[in-house]
């Protein structure tokens, strides 16, 4: 594919040329600098590793012997803070809807007013309709008894 792209093989080559071109000590210095970065971040990781190790056979033994009470404490803080969440939330929901309902009984119009009034429409129009069929249910029962 690079045969067809003249650009693509120009720049290669001039990249290459540009590669060979550096003094040897340039290149020298690249090496050791990325040796030097590769071989400190393998060397951090080996001493986290290894102190990962020693953290945890130390607090091993401390975590068996409090776990009695570290459980149950665990358990308490994080049923807290769940029902501190809860409460924000709902606390935070009421206010919304409160706002909400003040907002539309001030006739401001806030969104899903529109269809709070039609489902309001809907509902009267079932309503009465259902009040007819009572009364002509009540009247025919009536007639029909007499």
Same mark, same amino acid.
């Given at each position: #594919? ?15 040329? +540009?590669?060979?071109? +550096? $003094? ?18 393998? /060397? ?8 990962? /190790?020693?953290?945890?056979?130390? &607090?091993?033994?401390? *975590? ?8 149950? &404490?665990?358990?308490?803080?994080? *049923? ?13 929901? &009421? ?12 006739? =401001?119009?806030? $969104? ?5 009034d039609q489902a309001? #429409? =809907?509902? &009267?129009?079932?309503?009465?309709? #259902? =009040?007819?069929?009572?009364? +002509?249910?009540? +009247?025919?029962? *009536?007639?029909?008894?007499?």
């Amino acid at each position: #594919m690079a045969e067809h792209h003249p650009y693509g093989q120009q720049h290669y080559q001039h990249h290459h040329q +540009q590669h060979q071109q +550096q $003094p040897l000590s340039h290149q020298v210095v690249k090496a050791v600098t990325a040796a030097t970065a590769g071989g400190s971040l393998l /060397v951090l990781s080996g001493l986290t590793l290894a102190g990962t /190790v020693i953290a945890l056979t130390i &607090a091993t033994p401390v *975590l068996v012997i409090f776990s009695p009470v570290l459980v149950p &404490a665990v358990i308490t803080v994080g *049923l807290l803070i769940i029902g501190f969440l809860a409460s924000g939330g709902f606390g935070v929901a &009421a206010v919304t809807v409160l706002s909400w309902i003040y907002r539309y009984v001030t006739g =401001k119009h806030p $969104p899903g007013a529109d269809q709070l009034d039609q489902a309001r #429409m =809907k509902l &009267a129009s079932k309503a009465r309709e #259902m =009040k007819d069929r009572a009364e +002509q249910f009540g +009247q025919q029962h *009536l007639t029909s008894q007499s």
